[in-house]
């Protein structure tokens, strides 16, 4: 497809999360999640990401640009002590209304921040499916599927040094129409090592998973 005919698809997306009447529902695996109106819902993307991570009871995690909550909720409910953002105050409060009602607050906390939350806490996992199409974005629920410059990116992968820990892993959503060699120079660049761990096509695009480490 044509760049101009993701934009449209994806103006489409926008339009229907600002115009949803009432809150929705999304289920993975046994979790019941509530979607508000104005906040990023699941997409194969995401549950990518959901099916890729690997989660070990007691880990540090971060999810930054967490929308509704679903990858931040699949490891807290798995034994992660999780910390989500958002730049959306509405996806942080969702995010938590979830966990709350899934009964894993206590091990769930949320900030409203533009990818990292301070201080600079080292994390043991850090997973985040950006909005990833470079596109000029006019409120917070187009900022949740367009990312002008791509400085959501560059922030995320500039910042990761800093809130990894040492031995850490992250894992990162993106898309084959939005350039899959950008990611994978960027992290050449920062001594950042990424491969792609998993696939998935919609009837449009492929979405891909990568992890990454520090070298």
Known sequence: MSSEDIIQLQSAYVERMRTAPSVSSFEYESLDLLVHPGVFPPY????????TIRVAPGERWLDACTGSGLIGLVAASRGAQ???TDINPRAVDNALEN???LGIR???SGAVADVFPP???P???ITI???YSDHAACDLIERSVWDPGNQVLYRFLAGLPDYLAQGGRAYLGWADFANLSLVALCCKERGIEARITARRRDE???FVVFELAIT
């Open 44 to 51: 194969v993307d995401g549950v990518l990401v959901a099916d």
């Open 129 to 131: 499916n950006p909005p």
């Open 99 to 101: 966990a709350e009602k």
């Open 123 to 125: 994390y043991d996992v």
């Open 82 to 84: 999780v910390t989500v």
């Open 119 to 121: 201080p600079d806490t």
């Open 204 to 206: 449009h695009s492929e």
């Open 106 to 108: 206590e091990q769930f």
